[in-house]
């Protein structure tokens, strides 16, 4: 009997689950606003739903209700992607190390 | 572009982001993995654009969309004040949420665009898939917020509670599960709707009871779902990306959700049940004694200071308040230069996010090796001169280690009591979130600076 593919996925979703857990321990506490940042900001990578949400089955620019809330939702995660990674980096730009040559 | 060649670049930006993550692991390395989480998202976004947008015309809309979105997300991130960021955080998880609602749906009325099969005859595990991406993304979005308006201060922070309110969340979360039944036996549209529309009012109805001083707990876990309800559409979408992404953030989540509440020795399910400021507060405000505090001024403080050797300043909420992080810092520099020593403690649940004070500090300028957690400093007050404790209260109660009747007994707290000395400084003698009262406020060796904590660290400054 074949394996339904859905398991491969269930496979990945768990180990994952996994690797974040460890992961996510080893995260210093004082990096965990920009944890949260971050994870927000990837999170956003639901934007490739958007994006085929937008353009599946649209071949003459008649856009269905279903290409339009993909739009919409790709905006969104793009306000969401860029706000995240950036807001990211102005924070971890600030942390800094005591200087040496004191 | 294949559906196995894309597939495997999807795989790649998912193995990005687990770096980006694990380059949190120390300062720095941090913006090294920053670079890696843009570096997944990039490739997820052009890859999904080749294997769809076969160079039609959709694209440039597709394009139109993004900018947009982007330059209003630069533009936040450049224009937002880092106190402000618990309310960034919680608006842009109500982003995320969102978007997993709009392409849950796009997904229900176009389900041939993502093989899905036909409107009316949606396969059954994409169903299921997709009511589960769409409930939690509902959630995430209205409970973020709800959220988001408490920490604005547009809605009151103080918990919001009426009678059988959780006999009603209980029905309505069990009417998900049945809604989601009769969603993938019927196949009819009302019910995805009806789904819809609890699950919203879930989100709502769940943050509402829950008091400001407990943010940072429903912050991380508003994290937590957004998380799993991106898993949810990458079930659906058959997308590997997306599912080791919600993966990572639903447990990232989760963790930081826990180490909360550990901070405040509240069990995750006392959290969200909610209304633990409102009826703590009423108990203990009837038995208020008039107990005599020494009240001092900058100069008294700044005396204090400048004839010890070592300080520990103990940051909280009101320090962010005030907006006092740079003058502190300011404060720590002349007691530097007078040979003083000077370490930051924070306490794990001190602001309103995880983290929230590091940050804060790190914008001040404030070296990440002088600022220490609770566990690696709580035995350095037996030795320090005097505690500089500034916006914070229940954080430093003693009676969460002597007093077994308190309500926050058993909090992990910042020994400040063991200091020589404790310098107070807060606006009033007014209790904390916990609606009780701090012994410390009244011990012999504490002075209290009744001030604006900006103006009052100015003040010591030009006194030192």
């Known amino acids: ?102 | 572009m294949s559906a196995n060649l894309s597939a495997i670049f999807y795989l790649i930006s998912g193995v990005l982001f687990i770096l980006a993550l694990r380059g949190l692991s120390s300062p720095e390395t941090s913006r090294q993995g920053n670079f890696f989480g843009i570096l997944g998202m990039t490739i997820a976004i052009v890859v999904t654009f080749l294997s769809v947008g076969s160079i039609s015309s959709g694209l440039i809309y597709v394009l139109i969309f993004l900018l947009i979105g982007g330059l209003i997300g630069a533009f936040i991130a450049y224009k937002i004040p880092m106190t402000a960021m618990p309310e960034l955080v919680a608006g842009f998880h109500s982003l995320v949420g969102l978007s997993a609602v709009l392409v849950a749906i796009s997904a229900f009325l176009n389900p041939e665009a993502f093989n899905l099969g036909f409107p009316g005859s949606i396969k059954l595990a994409s169903l299921i898939e997709m009511s589960i991406g769409a409930a939690v993304g509902a959630i995430t979005f209205s409970g973020s917020i709800i959220a988001f308006l408490k920490l604005q201060g547009i809605m009151s922070g103080s918990p919001i509670t009426f009678r059988g309110q959780h006999l009603f969340n209980a029905i309505l979360l069990i009417s998900i599960i049945v809604l989601t039944y009769l969603l993938c036996s019927t196949q009819s549209s009302n019910f995805f709707w009806i789904l819809l529309t609890v699950s919203f009012l879930i989100g709502f109805l769940l943050i509402i009871p829950i008091g400001g001083a407990d943010m940072p707990v429903v912050i991380s876990m508003l994290n937590s779902y957004s998380g799993w309800a991106a898993a949810g559409i990458g079930f659906t979408l058959e997308n590997s990306a997306l599912i080791i992404t919600g993966a990572l953030v639903g447990s990232s989540g989760a963790i930081l959700s826990y180490i909360m509440c550990k901070g405040m020795n509240r069990s995750f399910f006392n959290v969200i049940l909610g209304g633990f400021g409102a009826s703590e507060q009423s108990a203990s405000s009837g038995d208020k004694e008039h107990r005599p505090v020494k009240s001092g001024n900058a100069e008294d403080a700044a005396f204090l200071m400048k004839n010890a050797s070592s300080v520990i300043i103990v940051p909280g909420y009101g320090m962010a308040v005030a907006q006092a992080q740079h003058a502190l810092r300011e404060m720590v520099d002349t007691l530097k230069k007078n040979d003083i020593k000077v370490t930051y403690a924070i306490h794990p649940v001190a602001g309103r996010m995880p983290g929230h004070m590091n940050v804060l500090l790190a914008e001040a300028n404030v070296p990440y090796d002088e600022v220490f957690e609770l566990e690696e400093i709580n035995n350095d007050f037996a030795n320090a001169d005097v505690a500089f404790v500034i916006g914070a209260n229940d954080v430093t109660n003693p009676a969460a280690k002597n007093d077994p009747q308190s309500p926050i007994y058993g909090m992990p707290v910042l020994d400040v009591e063991k200091c020589k000395s404790v310098l107070f400084v807060k606006r009033s003698l007014s209790p904390g979130y916990a609606g009780i009262d701090n012994d410390l406020f009244y011990k012999e060796k504490t002075l209290m600076l009744f001030a604006d904590a900006k103006k009052m660290t100015e003040d010591i400054t030009k006194n030192l």
């Open chain 1, 1 to 102: 009997m074949e394996i339904d593919p859905f398991i491969f996925r269930l496979s990945i979703f768990i180990l994952s689950i996994f690797i974040g857990y460890y992961v996510v321990w080893s995260v210093t506490p004082s990096l965990h606003t920009p944890l949260m940042s971050v994870t927000n900001a990837i999170s956003s990578v639901i934007i490739v739903g958007a994006i085929i949400a937008g353009l599946a089955g649209n071949y003459n620019n008649d856009f269905t209700t279903s290409n339009i809330l993909g739009f919409i939702a790709i905006s969104l995660a793009a306000v969401n992607i860029f706000g995240g990674f950036l807001v990211t980096q102005r924070m971890l730009q600030m942390y800094k190390k005591k200087k040496k040559d004191k």
